[in-house]
């Protein structure tokens, strides 16, 4: 950290003060994700883990894509907090953690907010 200053500060003093403000962002970027994995990225893991179920509406998946708000009205009337819940526990026929077994409960989270935001 120290050092990575240093090199900021000469790289001030030679070049462009705008040089600092974009090492400044990027620290507030990473702090942003501490909730989830370092580069987690909810829409990929969707399209890996959930899409083969939740794009057809496969055993009565509520379907993810825009227009399908009414799929998810009534699931969310119980909250989102006992929806992810459902999701890491399983339910009907969806298995655990709709099969992304290395994902965290937050991680869950991140990927229903996706499809939710996706099917308004
Ligand atoms: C094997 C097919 C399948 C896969 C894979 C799958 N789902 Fe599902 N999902 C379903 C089915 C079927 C339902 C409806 C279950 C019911 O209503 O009994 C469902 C329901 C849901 C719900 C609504 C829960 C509620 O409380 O109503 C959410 C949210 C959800 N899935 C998220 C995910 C996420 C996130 C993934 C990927 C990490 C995923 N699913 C992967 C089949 C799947």
Request: aromatic fraction near 6%.
């Amino acid at each position: 950290m120290k050092t990575l200053r240093i090199v900021l500060l000469a790289a001030f003093a030679v070049v462009w003060s705008g040089l600092i403000a974009a090492g400044a962002d990027t620290g507030a970027g990473s702090l942003q994700l501490a909730q989830v994995s370092e580069g987690f990225d909810p829409e990929s893991r969707y399209a890996a883990a959930c899409f083969a179920c939740h794009s057809t509406g496969a055993a009565g998946a509520p379907r993810v894509a825009p227009g399908n708000a009414l799929e998810w009205a009534p699931r969310l009337e119980k909250g989102l907090d006992a929806v992810v819940e459902n999701t890491v526990n399983g339910m009907g026929t969806m298995p655990p953690k709709g099969l992304c077994f290395d994902c965290t409960p937050e991680e869950l989270r991140a990927i229903v907010e996706f499809m939710i935001a996706s099917s308004q």
